[in-house]
T-cell receptor, first 114, second 114 residues
């Protein structure tokens, strides 16, 4: 089935450690996104990519990094510089970044700092 | 400022009852409007969207929404709620631009009593 796969579903990290969240899509979409979701705050955009080897910061990029070496993959690294990383992270994609294109979401990854 | 307001943080309805979830927006240009649903611990799924044309939009799972420009609203409705509709519902607004610039509401949590 076509879709977006995020892994792991649950992840625990010790303070001071970097962690990488995986996002793979087989929808042949050019645009990919990472969102952070906190209770009562809705979705906030971390990074987005419109094409391979190109990505841009979203609204809350500090403490995060991404890469886009392949069209289907857009991993997110939560670095030790992110002061409050415990959250639910959502990866998404669309055919293109135009508002006319539906955004499809993965099932999310829970990150907890212990 | 551009914004989306979902006035109801939490709503409880009885199974079989009708439902209306409110969404108000502030947007300087012609808006593109979306409703997404999120089951607990899952990703978001598009219910419906409005770009232009008929202001009453039909979506999946028996949902519909009506765009009222004069009221800056895009309320979501369902005539008869099922227990499986219990979830978080998000309204989002964008323009004839980019998905990355979508503005998200904070969500309405729907509980359904048997």
């Amino acid at each position: 089935d076509g879709g977006i796969t995020q892994s792991p579903k649950y992840l625990f990290r010790k303070e001071g450690q970097n962690v990488t969240l995986s996002c793979e899509q087989n929808l042949n979409h050019d645009a990919m996104y990472w969102y952070r979701q906190d209770p009562g705050q809705g979705l906030r955009l971390i990074y987005y990519s419109q094409i391979v080897n190109d990505f841009q910061k979203g609204d809350i990029a500090e403490g995060y990094s991404v890469s886009r070496e392949k069209k289907e993959s857009f991993p997110l690294t939560v670095t030790s510089a992110q002061k409050n990383p415990t959250a639910f992270y959502l990866c998404a994609s669309s055919i293109g970044d135009s508002s006319g294109n539906t955004i499809y979401f993965g099932e999310g990854s829970w990150l907890t700092v212990v | 400022a551009q914004s989306v307001t979902q006035p109801d943080i939490h709503i409880t309805v009885s199974e079989g009852a009708s439902l209306e979830l409110r969404c108000n927006y502030s947007y300087g240009a012609t808006p593109y409007l979306f409703w997404y649903v999120q089951s607990p611990g899952q990703g978001l799924q598009l219910l419906l969207k409005y770009f232009s044309g008929d202001t009453l939009v039909q979506g999946i799972k028996g949902f519909e929404a009506e765009f009222k420009r004069s009221q800056s609203s895009f309320n979501l409705r369902k005539p008869s709620v099922h227990w499986s509709d219990a979830a978080e519902y998000f309204c989002a607004v964008g323009g004839a631009g980019n998905n990355r610039k979508l503005i998200w509401g904070l969500g309405t949590s729907l509980a359904v009593n048997p």
